[in-house]
């Protein structure tokens, strides 16, 4: 660890919280003279945000709100307080959800996620080791990514690369490719999130409602990990590793057994791929728990892992201060038995992200 | 049945089966003067195509071309002998893929619309009385396509609607009310086939390689499942049923666990659905099964029916004359048994389509 001693004795990790900035106000100190007058002179507030109500605080429980009247996950003590303390948490990794990648100025884009970058190490990992960052990227700007990439990772604090599941292509392309080799030589994994933006939200156009863009994402994330594996990503960077972040999970059998079917039928379009594409799905990618799908038959959810086929898939995540948030104590369902249970709430992710690293 | 006497010892439907025009020739004589002339006139050869090769006679099994150089599924007399005949099937429903809701002039679509069925009608279901027919609806006009469904349905011979699952926008959307009314008020059913198009084809973009789009259909089934139930279509059509077409299955499960999960938290913005999402989709989809999921453990296959939880749920279908034509005798599974097999080859089928109205 950055601190010193190395922490033992864990026994929860939570794969996915999110810290948000105050206002604008909180990212300004860390942008040149440039970008903040720029700020003033434009009014700006905020990136694109969601197509769909809900927004911000409106997305979080009542109960993050600190009594100061801050928004919910932008005050480190009362976070700290709220979910680290309150549920005993020894690693919580911090996946800023601040959309870079959706404003059109490039150069604009890259100030703010060197901005928000350096408010998550200095406003957050500074707060309490127990925090982890995510170093967050402008996909846009793939080159000005990788930068920033090999910039962060000289922090150990920070143990991941964070994508957003919706984007202005499939992440296999060749564009950017840049980006996962920055990861890969910085020996980070890359953790795909919920949300996003750059497409219609459905691959059938624009929905009416929240409900089905917070459903559909599932699509997204069925789009990526069909682009990232058809386009040799991992052939390329076989060292690379990718959480799936707030997608569900029960979706992939379904996804593996139609891209394996088609890659008998198909795979001259492909030749790089040497395995079928179940075989790099189950190599290369993991899932959180949050939101958890939860059949009403309990027995189905163990059936869906064992169709996975990979017994370490699983990293149990709050998705604090989320409306939707699950507890250490009650996400996991019954039927998930005490070895599977301690793989899910810590033992998967202390494997998978290096929390030690220096 | 139109032609007279009940068919009886039924054993074996193909829920779907592809004519196609051998070329515009196929159509004209079915247009109005003022488009046969602006056919001639503009040189047009065909409505856009797909996204992604393979294209048209090259997405075919090598022995679909008839000997005389015809293309594969445009010559009735060998799709008779080719599929009826050799598999002894007993109804065949012809699902044309002609994409005239993406041509952007409406009168010129609709015309294309009429023609297409006026083929079908004359061309093929007069050619075998085993032949049932799809009607093409132009969804870029829905008053047009719900008027051509009440025409069209006065010949018992057709006994579906046919959408595309790439739409212009997803199929709950207010604007296309007027094709499920006309469907539901004919006593039809609606089919939803694999292609069609007018959004990026993931719900992150455009992704490079036909498997991604051939894979990554299933989001668009998801999108639409989605849409429909969500925007109340079938509170307000409760008879309204829907058969997916080639778009797989496995997905389903998936779907439902976090659509309901989601409708628990965010009822109150469809607040005119009465019953689980999941509900809706258990009482009003039924699959076909060609391209069927096949997981390496055929267990899994019979889980993830059990999990959407419909026994009357899959319809056969060989997806003739595709390159990925799944043959009556080969296509199911071994670990299905006998009833249930009866019900996917069949019953299912007979109890979907009223293959005799009058």
């Not at 997305?59 to 309150?86: C, K, M, Y």
């Amino acid at each position: 660890m950055a601190e010193g001693a190395r922490k033992t004795g864990v026994s929860l990790v939570d794969a996915d919280v999110h810290n948000y900035p105050k206002s604008i106000d909180s990212l300004t100190p860390y942008m040149s003279r440039r970008w903040v007058e720029y700020v003033r002179h434009t009014g700006f507030q905020t990136p694109p945000v969601d197509e769909y109500p809900r927004f911000y605080e409106a997305a979080a429980r009542r109960d993050a709100w600190p009594p100061n009247g801050d928004r919910p996950g932008s005050n480190p003590d009362f976070v700290t307080g709220q979910l680290l303390d309150e549920w005993d948490i020894d690693y919580a990794i911090l996946n800023p959800l601040y959309g870079v990648s959706r404003v059109h100025n490039l150069d604009f884009g890259n100030s703010l996620m060197q901005a928000v970058n350096e408010w998550t190490a200095r406003d957050w990992l500074d707060a309490d080791p127990r925090y982890k960052g995510s170093i967050v990227v402008n996909v846009s700007d793939p080159p000005a990514a990788a930068e920033e990439i090999r910039r962060r990772a000289q922090d150990p604090r920070f143990v991941q690369v964070l994508l957003l599941a919706r984007a202005p292509a499939p992440y296999g392309r060749r564009q950017f490719r840049p980006i996962f080799a920055a990861a890969v030589e910085a020996g980070l994994p890359v953790g795909m999130h919920f949300g996003g933006g750059g497409n219609p939200v459905t691959a059938t156009g624009w929905p009416s409602y929240y409900i089905e863009d917070h459903t559909g994402m599932a699509q997204s994330f069925e789009a990526q990990v069909l682009s990232m594996v058809c386009e040799g990503l991992f052939v390329d960077f076989p060292g690379l590793q990718v959480a799936l972040i707030e997608g569900g999970f029960a979706w992939l059998p379904a996804l593996m057994w139609r891209f394996d079917k088609n890659f008998r039928g198909l795979r001259q379009e492909v030749p790089w791929l040497t395995k079928l594409p179940s075989e790099y799905i189950r190599e290369h990618f993991r899932a959180t728990t949050q939101p958890m799908e939860e059949p009403e038959n309990p027995e189905h959810l163990l059936q869906i892992i064992d169709m996975i086929g990979r017994e370490d898939f699983l990293m149990f995540a709050t998705d604090y201060p989320h409306w939707d948030f699950d507890s250490p104590d009650r996400a996991i369902p019954a039927s998930i038995k005490a070895e599977q249970r301690d793989g899910i709430m810590f033992k998967t992710a202390l494997e998978f992200y290096d929390f030690d690293r220096s």
